[in-house]
């Protein structure tokens, strides 16, 4: 018997995210898909990555997939095949992932911050407007606008894309906390230009090491983002047509999203049902979550507001609760980004969330007894 099944459930530890319970669910299908990568020895875009796309498309209803070896690199992928560099704004978020304003840089392009919305936290269409503002101020040309699906809830699409449409902006939407959410019924995937996912461990749908993908329906952009995958390779391996990366995903990590995959959807249900279960026991001491008219989350984090945040992080901390503050410092006040423009009237909204917000364990085996104990941990901290 494991030590951890002599203590008391009161006092277990509860994880943020448990990768373990679900490989006790898919272990045996797990092993032998792996299994037979090493058996064939197709090691790089072996059949399991070409399935695995057949499968992603199918899935998401996107025209095309390219599956990589990162959400940073899908994102670097979509940069590079619409050619986005020096000169070019790129309109970013500051309440993300450093990767996402990371790429525009790695790009050769200027990244120009973006407010976000209180309540969903994510693209404040207006703030992009005057971030647009901005950047033809300050002389660049804007080209490209990343809105991303924080914490899985898809952004305001349709807001972003009327500004984007206004001023001739290509949307590269960076989906990798939110593969599997929808926006008016659609799962993202069909949006904008491309979309770009991660699947790293952690994230809803993640193999077991580094992988993403980038969909889009635009043929054209998907001839040139196979050509960025692979060293800007042209018909075969004598002609290269641009500058390209080394952003294949392995043979064994599509192997295991295949069989990922095959549970995703229940697994999103479950993430759904114990956000509801939190929403009702949580909504009357701290702001939970606000999920858009005609969107769905996929719950890659259950984020809250309150003002007395760090006491709710040091209750929960007492009790062996393992909580995450998404992101206590935003990206455009971190060293290598703060010389970077910012929308018109600052971000007011991004620099608030970062002393508000904490997101709680959930995950598709998070059980009803440890949600209980959050729940009263959290209400301890607030009351
Ligand atoms: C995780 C993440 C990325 C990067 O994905 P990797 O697979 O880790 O490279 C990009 N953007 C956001 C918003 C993320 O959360």
């Known amino acids: 018997m494991p030590d951890s099944a002599k203590v008391p459930a009161k006092e277990r530890a509860i994880a943020f995210v448990d990768l373990q319970a679900q490989r006790a669910r ?4 797990i092993d032998a898909a792996i299994a037979r990568v090493l058996a064939h020895g197709a090691f790089i875009m072996g059949p399991e990555v070409i399935e695995l796309e057949k499968r992603l498309s199918q899935h998401c209803g996107a025209k095309h997939t390219v599956t990589c070896s990162s959400g940073t690199d899908a994102l670097l992928m979509g940069l590079m095949a619409r050619d986005v560099g020096r000169g070019d704004a790129v309109f970013v978020p500051s309440f993300t992932f450093a990767a996402t304003a990371e790429v525009v840089v790695l790009a050769g392009a200027t990244p120009v911050f973006v407010d976000v919305n209180p309540d969903t936290f994510n693209m404040d269409a207006a703030s992009l407007n005057r971030a647009v503002a901005v950047a033809r101020q300050t002389g660049l040309k804007p080209v490209c606008v990343i809105p991303v699906d924080l914490f899985g809830q898809p952004a305001d699409i ?38 770009a996912t991660s699947f790293y461990p952690t994230k809803p749908l993640g193999c077991y090491g580094d992988g993403g993908a980038i969909f889009t329906n635009d043929d054209e952009l998907h001839r040139r983002l196979v050509q960025v995958r692979v060293h800007g390779q042209g018909r075969d391996r004598n002609e290269t047509v641009r500058i390209g990366l080394t952003a294949r995903i392995d043979s064994i990590q599509a192997a295991v999203l295949l069989e990922k995959l095959a549970i995703f959807d229940d697994e999103c249900a479950t993430r759904q049902a114990l956000a509801a279960r939190y929403d009702q026991a949580l909504g009357d001491v701290v702001r939970t979550p606000v999920i858009a008219d005609g969107s769905t989350s996929v719950w890659a984090q259950y984020t809250i507001r309150s003002p007395r945040r760090d006491r709710i992080v040091a209750t929960l901390t007492a009790k062996q609760i393992r909580a995450e503050v998404y992101y206590p410092k935003p990206i455009h006040q971190q060293t ?27 995950h598709p085996y998070l059980n009803t007894d440890d949600q209980d104990r959050v729940i009263a941990a959290v209400r301890a901290a607030v009351t």
């Open 336 to 362: 290598p980004y703060r010389g970077f423009p910012v929308a018109g009237g600052g971000l007011p909204v991004t620099d608030q969330l970062a002393h508000e917000v904490v997101s709680l364990p959930l």
């Open 158 to 195: 349709d807001a972003v894309n009327t500004v984007a449409a206004e001023h001739h902006l290509w949307v590269l939407n960076d989906a990798a906390q939110s593969y599997g959410a929808t926006y008016g019924g659609k799962r993202l995937g069909v949006f904008g230009g491309a979309t």
């Open 26 to 29: 898919i272990a045996p299908r």
